[in-house]
């Protein structure tokens, strides 16, 4: 599933061509994808110009001047493609502008498209429940110490929650207790401050870096310009069982499930 970095890296690859651009043409290739596109999606979008594009959590946003704001979800397997040659049968949703189109493929259809008044977007039931940005200011080590207090559960799946943080997915959860050197199966309220704060630190540097490198080509992801983003080479953790670890201190990484997720982790240096 693309995670925050691929969401993030694919609204400033649409931000590029699109932000300022009149749509001037809108068309659906099915009636819907995990859900139905919303009634008169079509009508509705005709002719508004995007004013911004945007991220929250796992979700890209589309502003129009009709004080409409597209959201999108790219599911399991979904993605922008800019420009294609052809319109293929994964290709649910088109927009064009007056130089480029843009098509939403995805063939699993776990993605979906709604179409919200922007200023009831923090209204919007989906994000009601979100915690704060892991990349804004309001994520510290003092909400996670108050988020985490007394909890027995594993620090690894209260990250994952969506409404401790908002958009942390498996990948960089795993990446960033591995740079914090927190044992992912620690109960959250055992971690100390510390950690915490290194847990926060860490957190935004995983996530900055694997924007900067374009997010991580796992599957069906890449880029709006086809581009695969190449941050999985630089794993320190994820999918790496059974080999050294990066560390150099003697530890092998080592796969465990858990909440029906795999985590790797060293055993080693994580505690």
Excluded at 211 to 229: K, N, Q
Excluded at 241 to 263: M, N
Aim: aromatic share 8%; net charge positive; with cysteine.
């Amino acid at each position: 599933m693309p995670e925050l970095p691929e969401v993030e890296t694919t609204v400033r690859g649409l931000a590029r061509y699109l932000e300022g651009e009149r749509l001037e043409h809108v068309a659906l290739h099915r009636p819907d994808m995990r859900f139905p596109f919303p009634d008169g999606f079509v009508q509705r979008l005709t002719g508004a110009r995007v004013t911004g594009l945007g991220r929250r959590a796992k979700y890209g946003l589309v502003h129009t001047d009709r004080a409409l704001t597209m959201v999108f979800h790219l599911g399991m397997s979904g993605r922008w493609r800019i420009d294609p040659e052809t319109i293929g049968k994964h290709d649910h949703l088109v927009l064009e502008t007056a130089g480029h189109r843009f098509a939403l493929c995805d063939p699993r259809r776990f993605g979906f498209v709604d179409l919200i008044a922007s200023d009831a977007l923090d209204a919007w039931p989906p994000f009601m429940a979100l915690g704060p940005e892991p990349l804004g200011p309001q994520l510290t080590a003092a909400h996670l110490r108050t988020a985490f207090a007394g909890r027995k559960q594993a620090v690894k799946l209260l990250l994952l929650d969506q409404g401790v943080v908002a958009g942390l997915g498996n990948i960089y959860v795993c990446e960033a207790l591995f740079r914090a050197r927190i044992d992912p199966r620690k109960p959250a309220g055992r971690v100390s401050k510390p950690a915490l704060e290194r847990l926060v630190l860490a957190v935004r540097e995983v996530l900055g870096e694997a924007i900067d490198a374009g997010g991580s080509s796992l599957r069906d992801y890449a880029r709006p310009d086809g581009e695969l983003g190449y941050f999985s080479k630089r794993f320190d953790v994820y999918g790496r069982e059974g080999q050294a670890c990066r560390r150099g201190d003697g530890g092998s990484i080592k796969r465990v499930v858990q909440g029906g997720r795999s985590t790797w982790f060293c055993p080693r240096c994580q505690q």
